[in-house]
Nanobody
């Protein structure tokens, strides 16, 4: 059974930094594409950053140059380093994983089979 547990959310001021962590367990076939999504009140859940089985990363335009996704295979963890945070980054952040190894595909919400419970990030101006 795959489990994803996020941590690291907090309240920070604009311009600050946070590092989110996602501890993963239960992958049977190796490390799949994993991603971070976020959902602000009243908005759709959107993909933020992704890292595939091969270590290739991708980001939504609004976070490019500010956020970095990384992984630690030994710890079965994925991280999201968030710098120069803006109030519009305020959201619940979710870690997600696909079932199979390989690329991240279209990176849409429906492509991901497993989800964590979320960790809240609040950025004040």
């Amino acid at each position: 059974q795959v489990q994803l547990v996020e941590s690291g959310g907090a309240s920070v001021q604009a311009g600050g930094s946070l590092k989110l962590s996602c501890a993963a367990s239960g992958f049977t076939y190796g490390r799949p594409c994993m991603g971070w999504f976020r959902q602000a009140p009243g908005k759709e859940r959107e993909g933020v950053a992704f890292i595939d089985t091969y270590g290739s990363t991708s980001y939504t335009d609004s976070v490019k140059g500010r956020f970095t996704i990384s992984q630690d295979a030994a710890k079965n963890s994925v991280y999201l380093q968030m710098n120069t945070l803006k109030p519009e980054d305020t959201a619940m952040y979710y870690c997600a994983a696909r079932r199979w190894t390989g690329s991240c595909g279209s990176r849409s919400r429906s492509d991901f089979d497993f989800w964590g419970q979320g960790t809240q990030v609040n950025v004040s101006s």
